[in-house]
């Protein structure tokens, strides 16, 4: 079951701010996000794991609550070049044996206006 | 250092034809993991190998099969087609090893679609 982005799409103007979040009903190791420009490979962003350990770009900020399996996504000051779909994939805690199996939502449109 | 590399990039095939995907990873990337994207579905994981095994495995039939070469080198196949297959189909590599997923590289994927 894909995990829940919301919401579906934001449109900002350059220097605003956006939350981007993501629900699962599974219980989860970790939660990943990419970015994928139109026409383009998706990028990584940021994986956050359970017990809190987070790798990413330093421009990225995110955080994830493991009560309630959700995690959130937080892009302040956007640039144009921030424009994209994002997309979080969750991996379940299965004792590690979920590796490279990313369920991902169906994404967030983000578009960001001079 | 070279990204991933998927061929080809493009192709049409027909109904009941068969086609093979290949993904090259980036130079010391054990993993390979593949994933069909299209707009109703989104990103649809598919499986993934390490060290020529088959790790894991999605929810999609049996006409989707692959493998992984021993230079890590992954291809896979889509037999006997349907107009439902048409798709990006995205590779992705990634050391492999540890208790997560890592970062996952993507290639620009292989679009396929069928008539």
């Known amino acids: 079951q894909q995990p829940v982005q919301s919401p579906q799409a934001v449109i900002l103007r350059e220097g605003e701010d956006a939350v981007i979040n993501c629900s699962s009903s599974k219980a989860l190791y970790s939660v990943h996000w990419y970015r994928q420009k139109h026409g383009e490979a998706p990028v990584f962003l940021m994986i956050?794991?359970?017990?809190?350990e987070q790798k990413g770009h330093d421009k990225i900020s995110a955080s994830f609550n493991e009560k309630k399996q959700q995690s959130s996504l937080y892009l302040t000051a956007s640039q144009l070049s921030y424009s994209g779909t994002y997309f979080c994939g969750t991996e379940e805690d299965a004792g590690g044996t979920s590796y490279g199996k990313l369920t991902f939502g169906q994404g967030t449109i983000l578009t960001v206006h001079p | 250092k070279a990204g991933v590399t998927q061929t080809p990039r493009y192709l049409i095939k027909t109904r009941g034809q068969q086609v093979t995907l290949s993904c090259s990873p980036i130079s010391g990337h054990r993993s390979v993991s593949w994933y069909q994207q299209t707009p109703g579905q989104g990103l649809q994981f598919l499986f993934e190998y390490f060290s020529e095994t088959q790790r894991n495995k999605g929810n999609f039939p049996g006409r989707f099969s692959g493998r992984q070469f021993s230079n890590s080198r992954s291809e896979m196949n889509v037999s006997t087609l349907e107009l439902g297959d048409s798709a990006l189909y995205l590779c992705?590599?990634?050391w492999g090893s540890g208790s997560y997923t890592g970062e996952l590289f993507f290639g620009e994927g292989s679009r396929l679609t069928v008539l």
């Open positions: 956050l794991l359970k017990g809190g």
């Open positions: 992705a590599s990634s």
